[in-house]
């Protein structure tokens, strides 16, 4: 169920960048400085291991350092955390929104 609510939040919020099927090919990816990263392949680039709580942080984007340089991916624990409903708050949601994205990328996987 989280990683059907998180495939629409990956086409409303990632595919532009990330493309659709979220290897990197989205419409607005040669306009950005860094290719967005091939999303299926996480697994793969960390030895078959998903690296949940990174994902977690990077989608975010909140908890960064501004040392680290600015980046290109818009900060998402901000955006998700928006048009939020009367008995939540706004990082409840934002949490919630980013989980279900998390669970949809790792049902992206390749071996």
């Known amino acids: 169920m989280l990683a059907e609510v998180g495939a629409e939040l990956f086409k409303s919020y990632c595919a532009s960048c990330h493309g659709v099927v ?10 950005l400085i860094t290719p967005p990263s091939d999303l299926s ?31 290109e991916m818009p900060v998402w ?3 998700l955390a928006e048009e939020i409903p009367y008995f939540a708050t706004g990082d409840e949601v ?9 669970e949809y990328l790792k049902s992206l996987q390749e071996p």
């Open 22 to 31: 979220a290897r990197g090919g989205g419409p607005v990816a040669p306009e």
């Open 41 to 71: 392949r996480i697994a793969v680039r960390n030895g078959g291991v998903f690296p949940e709580s990174s994902v977690v942080k990077l989608i975010d984007g909140r908890f960064e350092l501004p040392v680290h340089g600015s980046r």
């Open 77 to 79: 624990g901000t955006r």
């Open 94 to 102: 934002a949490r919630g929104r980013i989980a279900s994205l998390v």
